[in-house]
């Protein structure tokens, strides 16, 4: 079953000296992925350089429709930095609260995983290349926007901290909800925009479903379970505004545009 999320990839490549580098040459596993929840912390910390957005890139094969609940995905870091040794980082963390998403899991000798598999790091054997590629695997459940933070280490290896650079660059992708045919549900509601109270019918054949309003950032606004009997849902208490609803029984899964007056 797809899902559709924010994704946003936040790109920090740090060009430094193989002598500072060096000092993490298999890889540093705290917190330095420039992240929120990291408290922003990067290898500036420790390196000279102003910042600039260019020379790092994340490709992937999540698909434009949006990723698939806990699955697994390919993706792949690139410094094009020029430096002869390099490291990297990567963490992954829900827009709302910064808090920790996904698990990343090591396809080679070149990379490791830290922080109980939440960030991604080089190893020894990976820093004399400038690509690192690894797996993601996705949330279980819907987590609203997340976005992906990375900082990449350049190193030109003059022993000192001269000539040091921080690239900065950022991309987002804006998949649309989407649902396998198969799972789809297919429901009516009204009225549309609403005020007060919104009705719900279900197909004959579904006695209950959870009715879920997502807000224009992808965080959960409104969760209610609703029977064809029972199918009114008072949404007074949301603010006004376009929010995504879900209807979800079984395996079936459907969505629709609400506007709240």
Known sequence: MKKNYFFKFFLLLIPASAFLLLSFSGGNGSALSGSPGDGGNNCTQCHSGSANNSNISITTNIPGTGYEFNKEYDITITNSGGGSRNGFQVTAERDFNNAKIGTFRSTSSDT???????????TSAGNSQNTWSFKWTSPASEQGKITFYGASVSGNGNGGSSGDQVFLGSSISLPSLSVNEANRLNFEM??????D??????????????????DYVGRLALTKTIENNKNSVNVSALSSGVYILKVVTGDKIGSKKFIKN
């Open 112 to 122: 490791q995983t830290a922080a109980s598999n939440t960030r991604i790091i080089h």
């Open 190 to 195: 009204f009225p549309n925009p609403a005020q």
């Open 197 to 214: 109270n919104l009705t719900i019918q279900l197909p004959s054949n579904s006695e209950k479903a959870t009715v879920q309003f997502y």
